[in-house]
Antibody
Framework: QVTLKESGPVLVKPTETLTLTCTVS??????????VSWIRQPPGKALEWLAH???????SYSTSLKSRLTISKDTSKSQVVLTMTNMDPVDTATYYC??????????????WGQGTLVTVSS | DIQMTQSPSSLSASVGDRVTITCRAS??????LNWYQQKPGKAPKLLIY???SLQSGVPSRFSGSGSGTDFTLTISSLQPEDFATYYC??????????FGPGTKVDIK
């Protein structure tokens, strides 16, 4: 069974750096057809894709947030880590990690972690 | 970046109704389009991938169609458990994934 679980602080202060960890099970982060993305959702708003890391360690980032994001992975620990610098109250959201499955037909996110709500407030 | 739009942004429907949601991409994305369902307080769930392929375990009342820039998600007979928000997502740009703004389906 494939599962992903997010962990990290519930509350961060403005200007601080957020570090979130996604721990996966049921698949390997070195699998050539797999990767993991971070996606967030402010309360009552839409999903926003943030960053992705491929099995070969290639990374991609949201154009609008690229300067603030860093994604990395530790294959031996089955973990993907996202850091976001200079947090602001508008970054208050539920942060999800999701596995990306890839084939010649495209790429899709399945499954998703349960999400972790991060609030930015002083 | 490829932009995604959805219409309508919300709709009210009754159990048994046929529901259609449209998603449009700002440029051709071939069939690299996925649909997700999200219920309140829950993570999104994959319904349809590659525009028209039903994810395992998803009821057959859900179907997807389209290619290029215009796509459709259809629920043939709306069930009580289908009241949720639906998002489309493009994977044509494998380095810059984008989601649509969502369509909320609620009870009429």
């Amino acid at each position: 069974q494939v599962t992903l679980k997010e962990s990290g602080p519930v509350l961060v202060k403005p200007t601080e750096t957020l570090t979130l960890t996604c721990t996966v099970s049921g698949f390997s982060l070195s699998n050539a057809r797999m990767g993991v993305s971070w996606i967030r959702q402010p309360p009552g708003k839409a999903l926003e894709w943030l960053a992705h890391i491929f099995s070969n360690d290639e990374k991609s980032y949201s154009t609008s947030l690229k300067s603030r994001l860093t994604i990395s992975k530790d294959t031996s620990k089955s973990q993907v880590v996202l850091t976001m610098t200079n947090m602001d109250p508008v970054d208050t959201a539920t942060y999800y990690c999701a596995r990306l499955s890839s084939s010649w037909r495209g790429n899709w996110f399945d499954p998703w972690g349960q999400g972790t709500l991060v609030t930015v407030s002083s | 970046d490829i932009q995604m739009t959805q219409s309508p942004s919300s709709l009210s429907a009754s159990v048994g109704d046929r529901v259609t949601i449209t998603c449009r991409a700002s440029q051709s994305i071939s069939s690299y389009l996925n649909w997700y369902q999200q219920k309140p307080g829950k993570a999104p769930k994959l319904l349809i991938y590659a525009a028209s392929s039903l994810q395992s375990g998803v009821p057959s009342r859900f179907s997807g169609s389209g290619s290029g820039t215009d796509f459709t998600l259809t629920i043939s007979s709306l069930q009580p458990e289908d009241f949720a928000t639906y998002y489309c997502q493009q994977s044509y740009s494998t380095l810059l994934f984008t989601f649509g703004p969502g369509t909320k389906v609620d009870i009429k």
